[in-house]
């Protein structure tokens, strides 16, 4: 039996006082159900879809604002830890941490090994909302104190396109990278261009990592758009942050 609503509500008080507003627990949630979708999707059993669910709820415990540390060995020895507490199998244990293990990183294994990676690449990191949740990062990303945001930003979007490349996911899910990665690449083309939305998006983004006034969650909420592009990013984006985007996703695989 695993206890799925009590480590969920142990990683929310965990949460309440974590560093950053990127990897909060509406990260760590939308990873979670985003892991299960992929699963359920190849007909997983519900063991796995379990798995899946309890290890992207817990895939980033450990978190620091730099991305100069690696955190994957760090994130999976507090997840060992937070599972040993709670006496979960050790068969439970070593698959979960398996999920975890290979959350940065594409690799050749089943969907049901890969979910919380794909989850994390492909819905928490493209997409519309990935737009506002980046430019947050950086605002409160100890790394980028002392340079100027516009710069970073621009630099941070041009990484990230460079190192996610889409021959990384499995065929089956091309349909639906190229949806998600669609928005990636045209907010990082308009920022390039200076475009007046995408600047808007970005210094209300990157203000509120800064002070972490709001939620990331709260921040998309409260954000006015004052162009057409803005509305349709805010409306994606939330979409996405209240599980609408699903009945779309579903379309977008074979
Ligand atoms: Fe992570
Ligand atoms: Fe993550």
């Known amino acids: 039996m695993i206890m799925l609503k009590q480590i969920e509500n142990i990683v929310k008080e965990k949460t309440k006082s974590v560093k950053s507003i990127a990897h909060g627990f509406g990260h760590l949630k939308r990873t979670a159900m985003g892991a299960r979708w992929f699963v359920v999707r190849v007909n997983g059993s519900k063991k796995e879809q379990d798995l899946a669910y309890i290890a992207g709820l817990i895939h980033d415990l450990y978190r620091p604002l730099t ?18 507490e709670l006496n979960v199998d050790r068969d439970v244990i070593n698959m979960v941490l ?34 506002f ?20 930003i621009k630099r941070y979007f041009e990484m990230r396109i460079n190192r996610i490349s889409k021959s990384d996911f499995p065929k089956k899910l091309s349909g639906l990278v190229n949806y998600q990665w669609k928005w990636l690449m045209e907010y990082a083309s308009a920022l390039n261009k200076e475009e007046k939305w995408a600047i808007c998006i970005a210094k209300t983004a990157y203000e509120n990592g800064r002070t972490h006034k709001l939620s990331l969650e709260n921040m998309i909420k409260n954000f006015k758009p004052k162009s057409k592009k803005g509305i349709e990013y805010k409306k994606e984006a939330l979409d996405y942050i209240n599980g609408k985007k699903f009945n779309r996703f579903e379309l977008l695989i074979p």
């Open 67 to 84: 991305e100069k540390i690696d955190h994957t060995e760090s994130s999976v020895k507090d997840a060992r830890n937070l599972l040993l």
């Open 98 to 131: 398996e999920l975890i293990k290979v959350h940065r990183k594409p690799s050749e294994k089943s969907i049901f090994k890969q979910s919380v990676y794909l989850a994390d690449k492909i819905f928490e990191q493209m997409g519309a909302y990935v737009t």
């Open 133 to 152: 949740r980046v430019c947050a990062y950086v605002g409160e990303c100890k790394d980028y104190l002392n340079v100027p945001p516009m710069e970073v």
